[in-house]
């Protein structure tokens, strides 16, 4: 049961309207779905439209933010909740700490990085939360093929490649991550288990 999403977005609104239109309904839909949202705490791009969609329907939303990255992504000032913390670091770990689960809209470097260590996190035992990609006019599609390669390969199992739920809507993707068990097994509790 999800109760409150981590979404990871960009703090730009990229170049088709799909991508705000994605952020406004994944807001809009976890305010009415009774989700709270969890986010970077930023008033710009994809993250604000997120952020003042949910808040418009009533939805509750935590933003956590970095002391100094308050003004350069501009914090919401009309959150439910406004965590400034010291470092990054304090922000992901503070956001992982928060959420049932994770969903990457589209963006650059930061959503990337973000998605992929939350996504780490969870191939190393540290959650066995979803971890979700709405894939907004087929975004995502350049790092899907990056990820089959890395299967292709042999630097990712395919257990660890199926952790990664992917869809274009969001009613599928939040019934996906509501439904999800982890396909991944732990070998420090197998070996514990012997």
Request: glycine share 12%.
């Amino acid at each position: 049961m999800l109760k409150r999403v981590c979404v990871f977005c960009g703090s730009s609104m990229g170049v088709r309207p799909e991508y705000r239109h994605a952020a406004v309904d994944l807001g809009a839909t976890c305010a009415g779905r009774g989700i709270e949202i969890v986010y970077g705490g930023g008033n710009v791009g994809l993250m604000g439209e997120l952020a003042d969609a949910a808040l418009a329907q009533g939805g509750r939303v935590v933003g956590v933010i970095p002391a100094s990255l308050v003004a350069r992504e501009v914090g919401h000032d009309r959150l439910t909740e406004l965590r400034v913390v010291r470092s990054m670091h304090e922000r992901k770990a503070a956001m992982a700490d928060l959420a049932d689960g994770f969903i990457a809209l589209p963006g650059g470097f930061g959503t990337l990085e973000e998605f992929c260590e939350i996504l780490t996190w969870a191939q190393l035992g540290f959650h066995r939360k979803p971890c979700g990609l709405l894939n907004v006019a087929g975004y995502f599609d350049p790092l899907l093929d990056l990820f089959d390669r890395a299967v292709a390969e042999g630097f990712v199992g395919e257990p660890q490649r199926q952790m990664v739920l992917v869809e274009r809507t969001i009613d599928e993707l939040l019934a996906r991550m509501g439904a999800y068990r982890s396909p991944v097994r732990e070998p420090w509790l197998d070996d514990q288990a012997r």
